[in-house]
């Protein structure tokens, strides 16, 4: 399946001339998607709630995907899931701008990715686990301590003696 360039792009148009307070969801629910410059996704799924304020629209997003990355300590491939929630307002002008600064394009096409990206990123945690309990590699042999023991996690750490280099 091709991959659209703009996947999260809506047409809010509309929305600007319903009168303030008016709402309307826009559901996203991708296989896989690609977020540029960088991001690839798997299950995404997203509602965005778009809703006609004095000052603009105003986005409320939630949205949920994987991404592959690696735990930091067995060094397994995993998919980490992402999960974010936020409001963010596309003001009609600079004049109702929120300290975010974004502005409500001309034509009414609003592309969420660099938005969604941006959040789901945040969540991104610094150090991956396959779950919060891996036991990661041996530090001497590098077997995955998940799967397999080894001599040396029965010594005692006062005891563990590292083998000369020769
Ligand atoms: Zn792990
Ligand atoms: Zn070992």
Not at 1 to 21: D, K
Not at 31 to 52: E, H, W
């Amino acid at each position: 399946m091709a991959h659209p360039r703009y996947p999260l792009r809506i047409n809010v148009g509309f929305v600007v001339s319903q009168s303030i307070g008016y709402s309307r969801e826009f559901h996203f629910e991708f296989a896989d998607v690609y977020l540029q410059p960088d991001l690839d996704l798997y299950q995404f799924k997203g509602v965005a709630k778009v809703s006609r304020t004095p000052q603009g629209l105003l986005v409320q997003g939630h949205f949920q995907a994987s991404t592959p990355t690696q735990c930091v300590r067995c060094l397994a491939d995993i998919q980490q899931l992402l999960e974010t929630q936020f409001s963010e307002l596309y003001a009609f002008s600079s004049r109702t701008m929120s300290e975010s600064g974004l502005i409500l394009p001309e034509d009414g096409n609003l592309d969420l990715g660099p938005i969604v990206r941006e959040y789901l990123l945040i969540e991104m945690p610094i150090s991956p686990l396959c779950r919060p309990d891996c036991k990661g590699l041996c530090t001497i042999c590098g077997v995955d301590l998940n799967t397999e023991t080894c001599e040396h996690q029965s010594m005692g750490s006062a005891h563990i003696i590292i083998p000369g280099s020769d």
